[in-house]
């Protein structure tokens, strides 16, 4: 099989591991340049790839046929965009861009190119969990979802995070994760923020979802948990429940107790999913059909779209009405 060079902007947290999932983890494809403002970052990264600085340039490098974006967030519509224009397919990490005007006109510029280039790297898809939760949903032994209960915690907000980033960098995973696990949209959100003394404390929040299909969609999203990272889905059905079991791959029994590990952050806990959503675009790539399941530009306006309503909601705590705007790529891909 022929091998795609595959050009990744962002060497921080993310972009290397995708780097390094891309030399080493990914067939079919090889990790042709990393592009870093931090040039040493690049380097890191590049497992004997080109290091480059300038991600424009990686775009239009002869080398680069697909390009992977897990720069920061506010960088992203302007590098989808380039991508696009040179033709070349993306896997954006999530979210797609910071408004929706913004992905409105990633959704309009490849709608204009024809064919499908943009995947959003919302890579809980395919998470081997999640995708047995929703076989089993869609298996229908249970009958229809009542409610479905998620758990989003980190041991601590990451560094970088600024504003409401808990609600458009954390939350739209379960926005996402929850819409495909029931193949339905949101009707309404009511927000309950934690009341503390200090007020720009909210942390952590619960957010209440009705969906068009008539069932509840509770999240906790608790960015400071202390403990580790702990992400959990359960769905209450009319005939039964189906929950993820406990994240740690063993358990130790000793002196009258037993234990499981939590890990620090998504990475170990969402190892396999990036492996096998990495592999799946790929795989798009080389058959000219995008990844069954694989989250598309319009899933990426979505998440946007719902998360800047969600922080108004949570601003006023009403029941609040969420709204889509029309899709203009519904025609041309379906
Ligand atoms: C982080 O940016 C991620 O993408 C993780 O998957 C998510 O669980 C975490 O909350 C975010 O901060």
Not at 91 to 104: G, I, N, S
Not at 232 to 246: F, I, L, Q, W, Y
Request: net charge negative; hydrophobic share 40%.
């Amino acid at each position: 099989m022929r091998s795609i060079g595959i050009g990744v902007i962002g060497a921080g947290v993310m972009g290397a591991e995708h780097a390094r999932i891309i030399a080493r983890e990914v067939s079919g494809a090889h990790l042709a340049a990393v592009a870093d403002a931090d040039p040493a970052r690049a380097e890191a990264a590049a497992h004997g790839g080109r290091a480059m600085t300038d991600p424009e340039a990686l775009i239009a490098d002869p080398s680069v046929e697909a390009v992977l974006i897990a720069s920061p967030d506010a960088t992203h519509q302007r590098l989808v965009l380039a991508a696009i224009a040179a033709g070349k397919p993306v896997l954006c990490e999530k979210p797609l861009a910071v408004t929706t005007q913004d992905c409105l006109e990633i959704v309009v510029a490849e709608t204009r190119a024809g064919r499908r280039l943009v995947q959003t790297g919302f890579m809980r898809r395919f998470d081997p969990t999640y995708r047995e939760l929703k076989a089993t949903l869609e298996g229908g032994t249970l009958g229809g979802v009542r409610i479905l209960h998620c758990q989003h915690r980190n041991a601590a907000a990451p560094t970088w995070f600024t504003g409401e980033m808990a609600i458009t960098n954390s939350l739209v995973h379960e926005i996402d994760v929850c819409r495909w696990l029931l193949s339905t949209e949101y009707r309404t959100v009511t927000v309950t923020p934690f009341l503390s003394s200090d007020p720009k404390t909210s942390d952590p929040s619960l957010f209440l979802f009705e969906t068009d299909d008539g069932s509840l969609v509770s999240i906790e999203l608790f960015m400071n948990a202390a403990y580790g990272y702990h992400v959990h889905a359960e769905a209450v059905c009319e005939r039964g429940t189906v929950g993820m079991a406990h994240p740690a791959p063993v358990r130790i029994r000793r002196e009258g107790s037993q234990s499981g590990g939590y890990p620090e952050n998504w990475i170990p806990r969402f190892r396999d999913a990036y492996r096998i959503q990495n592999q799946a675009w790929v795989d798009g790539i080389h058959n000219g059909v995008p990844a069954v399941d694989g989250a598309s530009a319009w899933d990426g306006l979505v998440a946007t779209c719902l998360a800047e309503q969600i922080i108004e909601a949570k601003a006023t705590r009403q029941r609040t009405t969420l709204k889509l705007p029309h899709n203009p790529s519904v025609e041309a891909f379906s």
